[in-house]
């Protein structure tokens, strides 16, 4: 078990940043760098998620959804409120797998603006998504998502968390025997525009 925070030093900036010298290109490009650092700091809060997921099934229940797959064929839009009323759109579809062409029910949720903090962890630089910089949390991470927690008790499934901070991404699978019931990804997205009745000329 590990704990890594690899945004926390200044390494990525040229000593003319703190010195106050070198080009003003270098000065501009120190200072661009300090702005993503500031980006990335600002990354994950665990509650953040786990609210935006309880308010996603309040729209359908995740039982529910499990039981009606055949809804999800295709790419199918769902809209939910959020925090102050925002809208949120969901996209949700089956994903086909394993010779029998078994059906994994996928849903992709919206984040925009969770912060980043330390973590523990399984494993570190895990290939997922085409990309080589997850990380496979541990249980921890259920302390801090009670309705994450209460989802897998409901289903009675175990999980695997993928986390990238690189990536601004985070998928959770759930398995249940051999069978991959349900993926839940968060990934960077913003409030829906609603055209209110008021609007039309």
């Known amino acids: 078990m590990s704990y890594r925070d690899d945004y926390d030093t200044n390494d990525h ?32 809060d665990f509650s953040i998620p786990d609210n935006m997921l309880k308010s996603f099934f309040k729209t359908k229940s995740v039982e529910d959804m499990l039981s009606n797959l055949h809804n999800y064929n295709q790419e199918t839009y769902i809209f939910y409120k959020y925090t102050k009323g925002l809208t ?7 994903y086909n797998y394993g010779h029998d062409g078994r059906k994994q029910l996928t849903i992709k949720l919206s984040h925009d603006g969770f912060r980043y903090v330390k973590r523990k962890f399984f494993r570190s630089n895990i290939n997922w998504h085409k990309s080589d910089s ?40 759930f398995k249940k025997g051999e069978d991959q019931l349900l993926m839940i990804t968060f990934h960077p997205g ?4 609603v055209e209110d009745e008021d609007l039309y000329i």
């Open 13 to 44: 900036l040229p000593p003319s940043f703190f010195k106050g010298g070198g080009s003003s290109a270098q000065i501009l490009a120190s200072y661009e760098a300090i702005q993503d650092y500031e980006d990335i700091k600002m990354y994950q």
């Open 88 to 94: 949120y759109r969901a996209t949700v579809y089956n």
């Open 134 to 173: 997850f990380y496979v949390l541990d249980s921890e991470i259920l302390k801090e998502m009670p309705y994450l927690e209460e989802i897998k008790t409901r289903l009675g499934a175990r999980l695997i968390f993928y986390y990238s901070i690189k990536d601004r991404r985070m998928d959770i699978r």
């Open 190 to 193: 913003h409030p829906e525009f």
